[in-house]
């Protein structure tokens, strides 16, 4: 009866650590796009950030769309990211804005180009600011250049 219950106990264990298991890498990738680790949120308080890029263009657009019933402020500044090495690095990390209040009525959108340009082929992650009753958020959407 002893052995039994290991034999079982053994069992049991087996099964619980099969659950927890992480998918094996060929999973990951069966779309064939890289694994990426977004650790920022697409939407805050109601506001989500979406990124469009034509096949070609040198010119990606973010767009805060605002579905809160409260009027949200942001600016010009953004953080434009690649992903290399399993990691985000900044891409300009020098780089400039003139300080800007930009005010985002409830319900509407609120629309920015991105210059890539001088951007090789990969893929990036923008984010940006805003505030909402004084509460400051960040909001990042991932995009892949061609």
């Not at 069992?11 to 064939?32: I, M, Q, T, W, Y």
């Not at 890029?53 to 973010?62: F, H, R, V, Y």
């Amino acid at each position: 009866m002893k052995n039994m219950k290991l034999i079982f106990m053994a069992c049991l264990l087996v099964l619980l650590a099969a659950c927890g298991s992480k998918p094996a890498p060929e999973e990951d990738n069966k779309s064939g796009a890289p694994k990426v680790e977004n650790d920022m949120p697409a939407e805050a308080a109601g506001v989500k950030a979406e990124v469009k890029l034509e096949d070609g263009s040198e010119e990606a657009k973010i767009t805060l769309k605002n579905s809160s019933d409260k009027e949200i402020g942001t600016g010009v500044a953004f953080t434009l990211e690649k992903w290399e090495d399993g990691k985000w690095n900044k891409v300009n990390p020098d780089q400039m804005f003139t300080e800007q209040m930009i005010m985002v009525k409830a319900g509407e959108n609120y629309e920015q180009p991105i210059e890539l340009k001088d951007q090789e082929a990969g893929t990036y992650r923008v984010a940006k600011t805003f505030f909402e009753e004084e509460k400051k958020h960040e909001v990042a959407a991932v995009f892949e250049k061609k």
